[in-house]
């Protein structure tokens, strides 16, 4: 015979699945802090390489200020390089959001066709 405590360790394990599978609310991977930090380090990378570029400008000398820099023509490559960006959606999510998906896909349907 199954004690009464597995069944209730059971019972409370599979309620926290059927949960799990039907919440659609994001889960953090990282704690507060963790994220504080790692956004510290980014604005002190963002620090740094502005320091170098501005020695680097100064080593230079004054350039004309309507000519791109080289370093900037190379930041406006890569913010405007294609981003492929994927999704999984179950079925329940597909159903809420399926008007707003079909309209996407039909203008993305509509600018390939004006493209060729």
């Keep these: 015979m199954v004690s009464r405590k597995a069944v209730?360790?059971?019972?409370l394990v599979h309620v926290?699945?059927?949960?799990?599978?039907?919440t659609e609310a994001f889960v953090p991977i990282f704690t507060h802090s963790e994220l504080q930090k790692i956004r510290e380090k980014e604005r002190n990378r963002?620090?740094?390489?502005?320091?170098?570029?501005?020695?680097?400008s100064e080593e230079v000398?004054?350039?004309d200020p309507s000519e791109p820099t080289e370093e900037e023509e190379n930041q406006v490559i890569k913010l405007t390089a294609p981003v492929e960006i994927g999704m999984k959606m179950n079925s329940r999510q597909l159903e809420k959001y399926r008007a707003a998906l079909e309209g996407l896909l039909s203008e993305a349907l509509l600018s390939t066709q004006n493209d060729e």
């Excluded at 926290?16 to 039907?22: F, G, H, I, T, V």
């Excluded at 963002?46 to 680097?56: A, N, P």
Aim: charged share 15%; hydrophobic share 50%.
């Design 46 to 56: 963002g620090q740094k390489k502005s320091l170098v570029l501005q020695k680097r």
């Design 61 to 63: 000398g004054p350039l």
């Design 16 to 22: 926290a699945a059927m949960l799990a599978s039907q």
């Design 8 to 11: 209730a360790v059971l019972l």
